[in-house]
């Protein structure tokens, strides 16, 4: 599993600071996003 980045923590942080649900779910939809994007797999990797 590979470290997140900055952004990513930066968002988690947010989210734990925050009592507001929907802002919290903002931050961490955030997070599942930018991380599901960085870890597909390569074109070549489904082949």
Partial sequence: ?????????EHLEQALQTDDPSEKDFHIRQVMQVYGVDH?????DAE
């Fill in 40 to 44: 597909l797999p390569d074109e070549s």
């Fill in 1 to 9: 599993m590979r470290k997140l980045s900055d952004n990513c923590r």
